[in-house]
C-alpha cells in the first residue's frame, strides 16, 4: 500500500517539478534581457543590505541569467527523465533553498516587488512567489529523499543526447532572442496596443444583489448568495464603478527645460528611438538609425526618449548627427518599452504599430509604407 502512494507521488512530483520547471524557463527564455534587469535589482538590493562585493556581478546579470534560464529548462526536462537523478535531485534541491530564502527576503523585507518568477507573463507578488516556492520544496524533497530508486527512461547514451539536445536550443534560443526582440511581448507596450488607453485605470463595477432569505427578510450582498443556501434572488443594480490600476502609470516624455511632451508623443506618427543611457548604447548600427531619422517622411515626426544625463545626450547625438529632438524618461519604464538600446518604435495616435531591435534597424521605406 505504501509503495503505491509512493510511487503516485513519485509520478505527480516528476510531473510537476518538471513541468513548471520546462514553463518557467521557457517564459525567462522568451525574453532573457528581462531576468538580466531583474538580477541587476537583486544583485544592487544585496550589494545594499549585505556588502557591495554582489556590484561585481551586475555587469555579468546577463550571463549569469542565460544560464540560469537555461539551467531551469534542462533541470526540467532531466526531472521527466528521471535522468541523473542523484545529482539533478541535489542542483533542484540547492537552487530551490537559495531561490526560497530569496523570494521570502523579498517579501518579508520588500525589497523587490516582483521576483520575475515567470517574466511579465504572470506577474507575482513577493509572497504569492515565496508561497508558491514553499510548495515546490516539499516536491522537490520527496524527489530527493528517494533520488536513489529512480531509473533513467531513456537509455544513457540517449539520455545523454537529449539533455545535450535541449541545452543547446535553449541557448539557441535565448540568444536569439538578447539579439533581437522577445517571441512574444506580455508588457502593455507591445505592438497593437494604445499607450494612451493603457495610463487609463479601467473600470470594472461593483454589484450590489438583493435576496430574501429563508425568514422572507431582505438581504444586500456583492456576492450572489446561492438558492440551495436558502436565498431567493431579487434584484441587482450597479452601486459603484471601481477602478483599476492603470497598466502604464509612469509613462513620461519631459523635455530638458521641464516641459511634459507626454501628450505630444501620442499625436500623430512618431518614430519613437529609444536610448537607455549613452554609456551603454551599441554603436556599430548608429549610421543606420540616422539614416533611418533623415530618410522618414515629413507625415512622420523623429523623437528621442533618453534617461541619459542631458549634456552627456548632447555630446552623444553631435557625434553622430543625430537630427532628431530629444526627451527625458525614466530608465525602467524605457527597459519595459523596448528591450534594446538603441530601439526602435513606430506610433501612431499612441498605438504602437511596429518595434525593432538595434540588429533589426528598418529602412526609411519600411517606415514609411506605415503612412496611411
Known sequence: MFTTIRKGIDIFSRVFVGC????????????????????????????????????IFIPAALYIGLFLIVLEVVLGFAVL??????????????????????????????????????????????????????????????????????KQELPQVAGHAAIVLVTLVSFILGIYAIEHLPYIDFRPYKIGNSLPEKMIAEESPIIEYTFKDKEGKEVKSQKFLMPN?????????????????????????????????????????????VFYDTQRTDKDHMDEITGLVNGVNTTIKPMVLTSANPDDFEVFRHEYQLAAPYYLTDATVLKAMIRSNPGVMLLHNGTVLGKWHYNDVPTADVINSYVQ
Open 229 to 273: 443556501d436558502g436565498y431567493e434572488y431579487i434584484s441587482s443594480e450597479v452601486i459603484n464603478e471601481k477602478e483599476s490600476t492603470p497598466k502604464i502609470t509612469d509613462y513620461q516624455a519631459i523635455s530638458v527645460d521641464g516641459d511634459d511632451f507626454t501628450e505630444e508623443s501620442f499625436t500623430g506618427y512618431k518614430l519613437i528611438l
Open 20 to 55: 513548471l520547471f520546462i514553463f518557467s524557463g521557457l517564459i525567462k527564455l522568451n525574453d532573457p534581457i528581462g531576468t538580466k534587469i531583474k538580477l541587476e535589482e537583486y544583485f544592487e538590493v544585496f550589494s545594499s543590505d549585505f556588502g557591495s562585493f554582489f556590484e
Open 81 to 150: 527523465l528521471n535522468y541523473k537523478m542523484k545529482i539533478t535531485t541535489w542542483i533542484l534541491l540547492l537552487l530551490m533553498v537559495f531561490f526560497t530564502f530569496l523570494t521570502f527576503y523579498s517579501a518579508y523585507f520588500n525589497k523587490v516587488t516582483d521576483c520575475g518568477c515567470f517574466g511579465d507573463a504572470i506577474p507575482l507578488t513577493p509572497w504569492q512567489s515565496f508561497y508558491k516556492d514553499v510548495i515546490l520544496i516539499f516536491f522537490v524533497l520527496h524527489l530527493f529523499w528517494y533520488r536513489r530508486l529512480y
